[in-house]
């Protein structure tokens, strides 16, 4: 749904896996990657929005991801995660201190590290936003769009 309300509105979306074969989400929806995430680089890009489903784990330790996610919120990039992928963003040391909100299942991840966990639908703090799943995920979306430097 992000992604959708983000192309309705104009915005140039990127997909980027640890691999370039083809994954479908856990709604069935198929995508085909773009560009591998050791790949990406920060300044070439608005923002960066991390995606839950199952094969969101792997992204929870890996270095790579992590890496990238201080990069966007170093540079004071838009850095988003949705479903259980606030995880990834709490493990990268970036929702120390900061409000956030995840699926249940991520909650404890974003408490051991320093995050103010909200429970809300999304919450919004500075340049991080993070929603808990998919009854989120329009508003989610909708926010993404809304947002200064979005698109």
Same mark, same amino acid.
Not at 12 to 22: A, H, I, M
Not at 59 to 80: I, M, N, Q, V
Not at 123 to 134: K, W
């Given at each position: 749904?992000?992604?959708?309300?983000?192309?309705?509105?104009?915005?140039?979306?990127?997909?980027?896996?640890?691999?370039?074969?083809?994954?479908?989400?856990?709604?069935?929806?198929?995508?085909?990657?773009?560009?591998?995430?050791?790949?990406?680089?920060? $300044?070439?890009?608005?923002?960066?929005?991390? %995606?839950?489903?199952? #094969?969101?784990?792997?992204?929870?330790? /890996? @270095?790579? !991801?992590?890496?990238?996610?201080?990069?966007?919120?170093?540079?004071?990039?838009?850095?988003?995660?949705?479903?259980?992928?606030?995880?990834?963003?709490?493990?990268?040391?970036?929702?120390?201190?900061?409000?956030?909100?995840?699926?249940?299942?991520?909650?404890?991840?974003?408490?051991?590290? $320093?995050?103010?966990?909200?429970?809300?639908? %999304?919450?919004?703090? #500075?340049?991080?936003?993070?929603?808990? /799943? @998919?009854? !989120?995920?329009?508003?989610?979306?909708?926010?993404?769009?809304?947002?200064?430097?979005?698109?």
């Amino acid at each position: 749904m992000p992604r959708k309300v983000l192309e309705d509105a104009g915005a140039s979306v990127t997909v980027v896996s640890s691999s370039l074969d083809g994954a479908t989400g856990m709604l069935g929806m198929e995508v085909k990657p773009d560009i591998l995430i050791g790949n990406v680089i920060a $300044g070439d890009r608005d923002g960066i929005v991390f %995606v839950g489903g199952g #094969g969101a784990k792997e992204y929870f330790d /890996g @270095p790579s !991801a992590h890496a990238l996610a201080r990069s966007f919120f170093e540079h004071g990039k838009l850095t988003w995660a949705i479903c259980i992928d606030p995880a990834t963003l709490a493990n990268a040391g970036v929702l120390k201190d900061r409000r956030a909100t995840s699926f249940p299942s991520s909650e404890q991840a974003l408490r051991s590290h $320093g995050a103010v966990v909200t429970g809300d639908d %999304v919450s919004v703090d #500075g340049n991080i936003v993070a929603g808990v /799943g @998919p009854v !989120a995920a329009r508003k989610f979306g909708k926010l993404l769009v809304d947002v200064p430097g979005a698109r």
